[in-house]
């Protein structure tokens, strides 16, 4: 299964992942990877700027060289005393503590020990264990992601000239806008200030005119190697970095200021939480699990998860390293809802059945070398986007039917949103001019990407006026109104996106509940709708 999730224009043994879910110009979508924008590489333990409720060592925690080390995520009960104790045995097993999530349980350790997991999971009081990776920390390589297409002159001046009264200047080529009803709800309301969603991505440009108004620096910090840091703007993406999470973050929030694109959810606040390192473009489980902690930690309304967590296309409960990762994830996207969070996660890019019994996943792991598996998928989950609670979006393109890319099925999407497709299999109706979807880019500039990880934050922008519009719901009271006030949609039978008279999947389920769309389209309108 592919997930597309951040656009790279070139593939690499890492990049044949699925890190971003969004699409190349043009392109159909293959099945099998998602590159996404990337992080930073090993950090070591000196934290500045750390959360309250991460418990920091002292700056040995680097002692191995990072050339030979390897990462673990090691899950305790939560609590200080379980890990104290715990963090006794790590030293013991070689290993170097980088930081732990006491009220989660979660400890982050760096160690040169090949038998480091196996060592520590027979630790009383350890509930499980794994290396987050199957490359050393040191394993990293330039492969830079970029847009799919920038927007032209050309087409930003004949935009202009369209725009109707009250429109940002490019808003006539963002057709996902009307899809979603969401130009209807600006009319009525753009969404609170109070409202913060968190970008969990490659890093976002917060000096971009469309971006600037509306961000929140305070819940906004760079988590690579799972230690928070704010110093120096650690949440921006560095040059030559994927342009992914500043692409999500303007379909969630663009300002609606008269230029440029506008947001699904214009009036709310974006923070940037950097979880992929910069030079590979992955998504590593510590970093993962410190954006949901900081998130949960500053008070965020809504996270957006437009990737997978690497090296691992699903992670199985049945292998022990995996199982930890699971854990992990699973403990801090669990905080993070408790704390008032709706987590919004793209389904992939792969356009895979993922209710099937069995599923063949040949890009695993991404950070060395994959080997051919087939996985049970009762018992393999794609981290995030599988976890109990989180809001699972699929993607549709301008004519309104499922993206040629877009993974689907019964009982696993939740809900759909214009994620864009290629222009020749859905082209837009004039005066937009391009299937996939317009936002920001670093820079000050616009460009077009298309796939799940677009169709993520129009959902999770959805929930954002949701929010605003029902301050003091509960997150399980806003997913509750995001699927009452969804737009049902039929499956579409058959689907043939390529109109080359072959059936490309088969949809199952009714129109209020099915494979391709879950509960149907989010809807913008009915969410300010008091």
């Not at 070398?369 to 979006?393: A, H, M, N, W, Y």
């Not at 890319?405 to 837009?428: E, L, M």
Request: proline share 6%.
């Amino acid at each position: 299964m592919t997930r597309f999730h951040s656009s790279r224009t070139r593939t690499t043994r890492l990049s044949a992942s699925r890190r971003a879910l969004a699409l190349p110009l043009g392109v159909a979508v293959v099945s099998a990877v998602a590159f996404l924008p990337g992080s930073a590489s090993a950090r070591p333990a000196s934290i500045p700027d750390a959360p309250a409720s991460a418990s920091v060592p002292s700056a040995s925690a680097a002692s191995s060289a990072d050339a030979v080390s390897m990462s673990y995520v090691v899950n305790v009960r939560p609590g200080k005393g379980s890990s104290a104790r715990v963090k006794k045995a790590i030293d013991k097993a070689g290993g170097d503590v980088v930081i732990a999530y006491d009220k989660i349980g979660v400890i982050v350790v760096h160690s040169a020990n090949p038998d480091f997991a196996k060592t520590i999971r027979q630790v009383k009081g350890v509930d499980s264990a794994g290396a987050t990776r199957t490359a050393p920390l040191s394993a990293q390589s330039d492969h830079a992601l970029g847009a799919e297409r920038t927007l032209t002159a050309e087409e930003a001046k004949a935009a202009a000239g369209k725009a109707a009264a009250g429109q940002d200047e490019l808003e006539p080529l963002q057709w996902d806008l009307p899809a979603m009803k969401a130009d209807k709800a600006h009319e009525i309301s753009l969404g609170s200030r109070k409202v913060t969603v968190a970008v969990l991505d490659s890093g976002v440009d917060d000096t971009h005119p469309d971006i600037a108004p509306n961000f929140d620096r305070r819940a906004s910090a760079s988590c690579l190697n799972g230690v928070p840091v704010q110093k120096d703007n650690a949440w921006r993406p560095v040059a030559e970095e994927s342009d992914h999470g500043m692409h999500v973050a303007g379909s969630i929030a663009a300002a609606k200021n008269g230029t440029g694109v506008t947001g699904v959810a214009p009036g709310v606040k974006v923070a940037s939480l950097k979880v992929a390192e910069p030079a590979t473009g992955l998504y590593y489980t510590e970093a993962v699990v410190c954006g949901f902690v900081w998130a949960a930690d500053h008070g965020v309304d809504v996270t957006n998860n437009s990737y997978y967590t690497d090296p691992w296309l699903f992670n199985c409960t049945t292998d022990d390293d995996q199982k930890a990762l699971v854990d992990a994830v699973g403990r801090a996207a669990r905080y993070a809802e408790r704390k008032g969070a709706v987590n919004v996660a793209a389904a992939g890019n792969a356009k895979t059945d993922l209710a099937q019994e069995e599923i063949v996943d040949k890009t695993s792991p991404n950070d060395t070398t994959p080997v051919t598996r087939t996985i049970k998928t009762k018992e393999c989950f794609d981290l995030p986007s599988q976890l109990p609670g989180v809001v699972t979006v699929s993607a549709t393109g301008a004519k309104n039917i499922k993206a040629s890319y877009s993974n689907y099925g019964k009982g696993v999407i939740d809900i759909t949103a214009p994620g864009g497709d290629a222009t020749r299999y859905q082209a837009p109706n004039p005066p937009a001019v391009d299937g996939r979807i317009l936002s920001t880019l670093p820079g000050g500039k616009f460009g077009y990407k298309g796939g799940t990880s677009m169709a993520s934050p129009h959902a999770a922008g959805v929930a954002a006026l949701l929010k605003s519009t029902h301050p003091h719901a509960s997150p399980e009271r806003i997913k509750a109104l995001l699927y009452r006030q969804a737009d049902a949609m039929a499956c579409t039978d058959p689907y043939d996106y390529d109109a080359d008279g072959k059936v490309d999947a088969v949809c199952e389920g009714g129109k209020n509940k099915n494979g391709f769309y879950g509960v149907g389209m989010a809807d913008a309108l009915d969410a300010v709708r008091k």
